[in-house]
């Protein structure tokens, strides 16, 4: 039986792909984006097309993007 993950509420998910597209802007370009996020470009397209929900972690990089926050590496 294929099982398919619930996506999160439309509200939720149309927040976090204005903070996708604001992060992919500031970081000038998906390219760009998907370095600083340590992804493939081609999911940042799934999940700005909403077709697959961008991971937590993921999401809270993006935010980091936005507010300049530098990751702390471990």
Same mark, same amino acid.
């Given at each position: 039986?294929?099982?398919k $993950? #619930?996506?999160r =509420?439309?509200? !939720?998910?149309? *927040? ?7 992060? *992919?802007r &500031? ?7 998907? $370095?600083?996020l340590? !992804?493939?470009?081609?999911? &940042?397209? #799934? ?10 972690? !993921? !999401? *809270? ?5 936005i507010?300049? &926050? =530098?990751?702390? $590496?471990?």
């Amino acid at each position: 039986m294929d099982e398919k $993950k #619930e996506l999160r =509420p439309l509200a !939720v998910r149309e *927040q976090v792909t204005r903070v996708l597209l604001k992060a *992919q802007r &500031i970081a000038g370009g998906r390219e760009e984006l998907a $370095k600083r996020l340590g !992804v493939e470009p081609r999911l &940042i397209g #799934e999940w700005l097309a909403r077709r697959a929900d961008a991971p937590d972690d !993921v !999401v *809270q990089k993006a935010l980091d993007v936005i507010l300049d &926050i =530098p990751r702390p $590496k471990y």
